[in-house]
């Protein structure tokens, strides 16, 4: 089982709130990903960190979304200011090596965001 | 941009019948994309499921099959006999072998085993 931890696991917030969430990955693991899953299953890659430096991030997470991964803390991501399209389940992932993409992903169970 | 389709939502199955669930992709890089199955059960995390990383290669695991077809470019999910404890959400992904390491998710596809 993944030892991924998320939290927390449900996240309520209204329009225009900042909402947070945590995630601290597999021991020894020192890539990170981000993924929001919406409301018809779809995908979206956000950001991914090695160690503390992003590697790649779309341009959506640059405007509202934030993220980070300091050492010896857990990883955050925050979005300034909700808006309801931001409802999703926000995906944490780590990965051991950090190489490449035929690298398994080990993943959280997730936080749930509802913005009302 | 690179894809994955399958085409099923849903699947109900009666225990220890046949399962396949489709899977197949597209992608713009000229190296092959490296194949995966993911599953999601009841009240748990998404977790690797298997995984394929050369063409014409097999993978297995827990009874589940699959094989990437670069032909045909698919990676259908196979198990010969389905017991309840498979009901579960499965996502086939790519991987870009390239300068990129995120995955590519299909909008999976939720197996319901009648007992």
């Known amino acids: 089982n993944s030892k991924v931890i998320q939290t927390p696991r449900y996240l309520v917030k209204g329009q225009g709130q900042k909402a947070k969430m945590r995630c601290i990955p597999e021991?020894?693991?020192?890539?990170v990903f981000w993924y929001q899953q919406n409301k018809n299953n779809e995908f979206k890659f956000l950001i991914n960190?090695?160690?503390?430096?992003?590697?790649?991030q779309i341009d959506m997470t640059e405007k509202r979304f934030s993220a980070e991964c300091p050492s010896n803390s857990p990883c955050s991501l925050e979005i300034q200011s909700s808006e309801a399209g931001d409802s999703a389940l926000y995906l944490c992932?780590?990965?051991?090596?950090?190489?490449?993409?035929?690298?398994?992903?080990?993943f959280g169970s997730g936080t749930r965001l509802t913005v009302l | 941009g690179d894809s994955v389709t399958q085409t099923e939502g849903q699947v109900t199955v009666s225990e220890s019948k046949s399962l396949i669930i489709n899977c197949t992709y597209s992608t713009t890089s000229i190296a092959y994309p490296n194949l995966f199955w993911y599953v999601r059960y009841p009240g748990e995390g998404l977790q690797l499921l298997l995984k394929v990383i050369t063409a014409g290669q097999k993978g297995s695991s827990r009874g589940f099959e699959a094989t990437y077809n670069k032909e045909t470019t698919s990676f259908h999910l196979q198990k010969a006999s389905v017991q309840e404890s498979d009901s579960a959400v499965y996502y086939c992904?790519?991987?870009?072998?390239?300068?990129?390491?995120?995955?590519?998710f299909g909008l999976g596809t939720t197996l319901q085993v009648q007992p």
């Open positions: 992932a780590s990965s051991p090596l950090g190489g490449t993409s035929a690298e398994t992903l080990y």
């Open positions: 960190f090695q160690n503390q430096e992003v590697l790649q």
């Open positions: 021991k020894g693991h020192p890539v």
């Open positions: 992904a790519l991987g870009d072998p390239g300068n990129t390491r995120k995955l590519i």
